[in-house]
């Protein structure tokens, strides 16, 4: 038998056990190393609701003690290692829901800034529809914060009042 005969038939054997190539190996590395750096950008609190191992956890605390970028970056591989034993799709769900939750919050405050910008720049016609959305809101306050702002515009001065008015439309989003 032939050394190349052997490899063929030694491959096959490999394939059918579920045998990883090489390549195959070091992706999968790569995935459970920027799964753990992404651990390591969460906050304190939100580590606390994932299911982390403790020896999991100390590795993320230890790199946040780290300063070197050297240092950091083989720790990162130190916590991709630890993370072979984890249950990385409980991981990554928790950690999608902690970024959808951001993506949320990012969402509405886009949403109260072009209300602020729309109610400064349009005045009454967009005032008359945010007041339909929102019958709770204080016309007369909305109404004065709006003037205030709409002078500073003209005078050049800095914003407070606009940015009372964007602190008084998060305060009725409830956000």
Request: hydrophobic content about 35%.
């Amino acid at each position: 038998m032939s050394n190349n005969e052997d490899f063929a038939t030694h491959s096959a054997h490999d394939d059918e056990e579920g045998w990883a190539s090489k390549t195959e190996a070091k992706r999968h590395m790569h995935a459970l190393q920027h799964l753990g750096k992404r651990l390591t950008q969460l906050n304190k609190d939100q580590l606390d609701k994932l299911d982390l191992s403790d020896r999991l956890r100390s590795a993320i605390d230890e790199f946040h003690r780290i300063k070197s970028h050297g240092a950091q970056k083989r720790h990162l591989q130190f916590i991709g290692k630890i993370m072979r034993t984890e249950n990385t799709e409980d991981i990554e769900n928790g950690i999608g829901l902690f970024e959808a939750g951001h993506q949320a919050h990012t969402q509405v405050f886009h949403k109260l800034e072009r209300w602020r910008d729309r109610l400064i720049s349009e005045g009454n016609s967009a005032l008359q529809e945010y007041i339909s959305e929102h019958p709770n809101a204080d016309v007369q306050h909305i109404r004065q914060l709006i003037r205030n702002a709409q002078k500073e515009q003209k005078l050049e001065k800095p914003p407070a009042s606009a940015r009372k008015l964007f602190k008084y439309l998060r305060e009725i989003a409830d956000v």
